[in-house]
């Protein structure tokens, strides 16, 4: 079955610091990845996808994601952090029997420090 | 655009009670999902519309959680009775066609805060 595991429920980087936040996955075919953010008192809305292709994956905000089938990893990536990315981050793999569900991690909550 | 509205955004009742949680999706979204949130674990699905009829109801505990969705547009769900597990953020969310979660962008409500005592 299906399932993602999200590296460290909170991480904490200062503004301008790199943001790495980690997914890891398993998948019995091959997967859509999706990360999701949600601020506070706001819905997910979706950061970025990777279907097939290109494995760099870049999107909204400045972030992007490089999918590693040999790691079966998905992690996120941000060069330079600000005070406004502060969010709850989840990552998702596509469930099993075709592209129709979303299995989503349990999160990862990012702090930014000034 | 507006977006995906829910209500109420919080909610607090006692075990055994029942609740009713509305959502209104974006205007033209063919299918309709529900999600629950329970603190510290992802968005797990519970139910999912393609316009009014069910595509996907298998992780729905369906002797106390039901929903619909009339005339494929908003869709209320319900719980009854209530229980302690079921304290939970319920999101809604919508896409515009039929592909699933997988295929299409989704656009997520704010969603409702359960708390059950």
């Known amino acids: 079955a299906q399932s993602v595991t999200q590296l460290g429920s909170h991480v904490s980087v200062s503004e301008g610091a790199l943001v790495l936040l980690r997914c890891n996955y398993s998948?019995?075919?091959?997967?859509?990845l999706f990360w999701y953010v949600q601020y506070p008192n706001q819905g997910l809305q979706l950061l970025l996808k990777?279907?097939?292709?290109?494995?760099l994956v870049k999107g909204i905000n400045g972030f992007e994601a490089e999918f590693k089938k040999s790691e079966t990893s998905f992690h996120l990536t941000k060069p330079s952090a600000h005070m406004s990315d502060a969010a709850e981050y989840f990552c998702?793999?596509?469930?099993?029997?075709?592209?129709?569900?979303?299995?989503f991690g349990a999160g990862t909550r990012l702090a930014v420090h000034p | 655009e507006a977006g995906v509205a829910q209500s109420p955004r919080y909610k607090i009742i006692e075990k055994r009670q029942s609740v009713a949680f509305w959502c209104n999706p974006i205007?033209?979204?063919?299918?309709l999902y529900w999600y629950q949130q329970i603190l510290g674990q992802g968005p797990k699905l519970l139910i999912q519309?393609?316009?009014?009829?069910?595509?996907?109801d298998s992780q729905l505990p369906k002797d106390r959680f039901s929903a619909e969705r009339l005339k494929g547009v908003d869709s209320t769900l319900k719980i009854q009775p209530a229980k302690l597990e079921d304290s939970a953020v319920y999101l809604c969310?919508?896409?515009f066609g039929t592909g699933g979660a997988g295929n299409e962008k989704l656009f997520f409500g704010s969603g409702t805060q359960l708390s059950v005592l």
């Open positions: 205007s033209g979204h063919a299918t």
């Open positions: 990777y279907t097939t292709g290109a494995t």
């Open positions: 998702a793999v596509t469930g099993s029997g075709g592209y129709n569900k979303l299995i």
């Open positions: 998948s019995s075919v091959p997967p859509y």
């Open positions: 519309f393609q316009n009014n009829g069910v595509v996907d």
């Open positions: 969310a919508s896409s």
